[in-house]
């Protein structure tokens, strides 16, 4: 009873990197040859698996990119950034721009953005979950640093969720559309900074509260 109870951690570990090894290469061949572009064969080649143990954790191409995406998802939903409270709240726009800008301009991201820009069409549900989980999720924890700000009456906003949609945009400017359509390169740490900065210095021209005269 013992040594049965001990072997199926084992087996479950084992069985989870095998499905690790999968999803690794079919996110390579996703990632460069697109989802039409993939196929079974090429994605078992680049795990190094065979055909059959592919199908044996995947019934097909559309629930392995699905689970791909949903990863994707969760990374980039999670992006690595705390809204503290007592920060500056330039300081915080610059951190946050910075990162934002930084996450969605590098190779990985930009590629699944792409991928699943290009399917989105004919799986909605897969541009939807993608939206809710990375998008929305983003503008909705950002929205709610603002309206701890306006409480506080530090910022004046009406509505903090398309303010946090602003500035995520206004970040975006001269970076992101030229780098997803593949026309410059990544922007470097000090392009974004001087772009983050620009948008910083505009939001909070139009939402910082006015200051109170005390005398």
Known sequence: MVATAAAAPIQGDEDSAK????????????????FDGASMGEIARAAGVSKGTLYVYFADKNSLFCEIVEQE????????FDFVADRGIEATLQAFGNAYIGLICSPRGASAIRTVMAIAERMPDIGRRYYERVIANTIGRFAR?????????????????????????TCQATLFLPFIFQTSEPP????????????????LAAYRAPKTNSN
Not at 19 to 34: H, K, M, P, T
Request: with cysteine.
């Open 188 to 203: 470097s740490p000090e392009r974004i900074a001087r772009v983050v900065d620009s948008a910083a210095a505009m939001f």
């Open 19 to 34: 499905r690790r090894q999968i999803l690794d290469g079919a996110r390579a061949v996703f990632l460069e040859f697109g």
């Open 145 to 169: 640093y603002l309206e701890g700000q306006v409480a506080g009456g530090m910022l004046r906003i009406d509505d903090c969720e398309l303010a946090a949609a602003q500035f995520m945009q």
């Open 73 to 80: 998802s969760l990374v980039q939903g999670m992006l690595s």
